[in-house]
């Protein structure tokens, strides 16, 4: 057998066959100590401390054993002390070794036990104490049991001598002293914090059972008890918040083989806090038992806001996002054979876990829901919440996204583009209609006239959010042809027509879409208005033609003035337009589009105001101001369609 360098265990002339298997796994361990304790530096050191500790864990799990003490002696070494039955010494007859030695000397002895199942809170590694007594220079196990004190000595993983019955004992319990090998660890050093917040976390997953641990270098002792558990770890968690509910949601069963044991709690905060544990290891990146949770969460949750009608039926469910807003949770499960994956191992993968959480959770929180419906309603509605803000914010990101496409986007299929390009030359004609927008492009001059036809009635913006507007497909036209963008991020050196005019009919749904348009640019193109970019083009009411003559009344008063002149004359000939597209190609050119002859109304920032006050009062959503608007108004607003 070779000789590990950093094994000092002193060679024996003869090896029993176990005493070769136990020196074996002894060499094992002493060549490989990383594969065993994860690592040999303070970490690796304090996973010792740890493996020790989880004996009596599973002890104090089994129901034997409520006080576990902890102690770091002033030379490193460490004791841990429990009140459980005590490891079993008698002597196994097939191997003629006491039940004590073989667990401290034969790796991955201890599992199976007398038949029962052992070990449930393996550690990391899983590796129990006869790797860490083969790392310890030193190692002394004093067992109450039976009225008596036996104890074994070990030196580098090696037994002194057979255990041995030292004194009278009037209780029961098992005690471990070490001392890590220095060649292996360095400098030891052992953190007395790091050491008790793991203890604490420990004494938060098992219930009831009392946690100590003293430092004698430094003369300090922390001792944890929680008889809430995991419930006192979520109040714990949550000891800083404004709380949804005033109690944690508790839920704990044992299905087969398996504890399952969630306790959860809202706050009014942002984050999720939910820590996970298998067999009180904490598994940092969560895995089947965290799905189970979190499946179970959504789905009783949107069962319940559907149920109670908090959620309506053609409303979305909840999305796990929502659920999970404000949620502090810790989910613990015991099990028997743990397997722990990924490059930390810090992931739970047994499959079964993950049906066997969603089971219980599923069927508890539903009953908690329906027997505390004051806490479900709270939760719900803050689910709700979330869900709007998410939705909110969803809706300002794809502005956002919209907006970069808008600004690198194609021009619009529809646009009718002139063929001089000098911004300063150029016009741009908003035209209502696809027909009057046919007749522009036909009348128009293509040189420096482009025309852009808008459909029919475009959304009421004001109902609509102010991002829903900016994603209405017109809007988009018009901010894509523009090419100065809008909002914040409008740069009018970019504008590819100084003149925008807006062309729409001398009727309601014209009236309605100029105002909307109107309202548009002064909500978000407030430069192109500031700049004078902004028209209105002024198609006529009414053609009145006498013999060879055409007159264009523009207002009614010039209607009137020209009849008046008339008055005496035969034959006249008046003919109200209504719209664009009652004009021929040619009269829209000569009445509204040529520059020589039309009249352009430039919009001032008041006027858009004013089309921003009216819209919001027409279309928004609160009623009375509408009301109020439309009887002080009645004469003025003749274009009133509501
Ligand atoms: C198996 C059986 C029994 C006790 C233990 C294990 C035990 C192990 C450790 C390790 C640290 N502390 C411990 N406490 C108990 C007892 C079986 C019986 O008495 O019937």
Redesign the pocket.
Request: charged residues 25%; glycine residues 20%; neutral net charge.
């Given at each position: 057998m070779t000789q590990d360098t950093l094994s000092t265990v002193p060679a024996e002339n003869t090896y029993t066959a176990e005493a070769i298997q136990v020196l074996g796994g002894r060499e094992a361990v002493r060549r490989r100590p990383g594969m065993y304790i994860g690592s040999t530096d303070q970490r690796g050191l304090h996973h010792m401390v740890y493996e020790i500790v989880y004996?009596?864990i599973d002890?104090a799990m089994a129901g034997y054993?409520n006080r576990i003490e902890v102690t770091i002696l002033p030379d490193n070494a460490i004791r841990v002390e429990?009140n459980?039955?005590?490891?079993?010494v008698e002597v196994h007859p097939a191997t003629n070794k006491s039940a004590l030695e073989t667990v401290m000397t034969i790796l991955h002895a201890g599992a199976k036990?007398?038949g029962?199942t052992?070990q449930v809170s393996g550690g990391l590694h899983g590796v129990g104490a006869s790797v860490v007594n083969a790392l310890s220079s030193w190692m002394q196990v004093k067992v109450r049991r039976n009225g008596k004190v036996y104890q074994q000595e070990y030196r580098q993983g090696v037994p002194q001598g057979d255990v041995a019955e030292v004194g009278e004992a009037s209780d029961t319990g098992?005690t471990t002293t070490f001392l890590a090998v220095a060649e292996i660890f360095g400098q030891i050093s052992i953190d007395f914090n790091v050491l008790a917040e793991r203890l604490r976390e420990m004494a938060y997953l098992n219930k009831g059972v009392e946690i100590s641990i003293r430092d004698e270098r430094k003369d300090i002792e922390k001792t944890f008890y929680f008889e809430g558990g995991i419930t006192s770890f979520v109040q714990h968690l949550n000891r800083d918040r404004h709380l949804v509910h005033k109690q944690p949601i508790y839920i704990y069963k044992a299905v087969n083989s398996t504890i399952v044991e969630v306790a959860l709690q809202y706050n009014d905060g942002y984050a999720e806090v939910t820590f996970s544990f298998a067999n009180c290891i904490n598994t940092a990146d969560g895995g089947t038992h965290m799905t189970g949770f979190r499946s179970a969460l959504t789905r009783v949750l949107n069962d319940y806001a559907h149920k109670s009608k908090m959620l309506k039926e053609d409303e979305p469910n909840l999305t796990g996002e929502d659920v999970r807003e404000g949620l502090t949770a810790v989910v613990s499960v015991k099990l028997s054979e743990p397997q722990f994956e990924g490059q930390t191992k810090g992931k739970l993968g047994n499959i079964e876990i993950k049906s066997q959480v969603e089971g219980v959770v599923g069927e508890q929180l539903t009953l908690y829901l329906e027997e505390h419906p004051d806490d479900a309603r709270r939760i719900i509605d803050k689910c709700i919440t979330v869900a709007k803000a998410r939705e909110a914010a969803r809706k300002a990101r794809d502005l956002v996204i919209k907006k970069s496409s808008l600004e690198a986007g194609t021009l619009p299929g529809k646009l009718a583009g002139c063929t001089e390009k000098e911004p300063e030359r150029v016009e741009l004609y908003l035209v209502e209609g696809e027909s009057a927008g046919g007749s522009a492009k036909q009348g128009r001059d293509r040189r420096f006239q482009a025309i852009l036809p808008l459909r029919g009635k475009i959304l009421n913006v004001e109902k609509a959010a102010a991002d829903k507007m900016v994603a209405h497909e017109e809007i988009r036209a018009i901010v894509t042809a523009l090419g100065a963008g809008f909002n914040e991020e409008m740069d009018l050196t970019q504008l590819r027509y100084h003149k925008v005019i807006l062309m729409t009919d001398a009727d309601v749904d014209g009236s309605h879409i100029r105002t909307l348009l109107l309202t548009f640019f002064f909500r978000h193109m407030s430069e192109l208005i500031n700049k004078g970019h902004l028209f209105i083009a002024q198609p006529p009411l009414y053609q009145i033609k006498h013999n060879k003559n055409s007159y264009w009344a523009y207002s009614e008063q010039e209607k009137d003035r020209v009849m008046e002149q008339l008055k005496d004359a035969k034959k006249v000939d008046i003919q109200r337009y209504k719209g664009l597209g009652e004009m021929s190609a040619e009269q829209l050119w000569e009445t509204t589009m040529n520059p020589e002859t039309r009249t352009l109304l430039q919009v001032s920032v008041e006027d858009a105001a004013n089309a921003d006050y009216i819209f919001h009062v027409l279309m928004g959503e609160e009623v009375p101001p509408r009301k109020a608007f439309i009887q002080s108004h009645a004469r003025s607003v003749k274009n009133l369609d509501i």
């Open positions: 004996n009596s002890e054993c429990d459980g039955r005590g490891i079993p036990f007398g029962k052992y098992t």
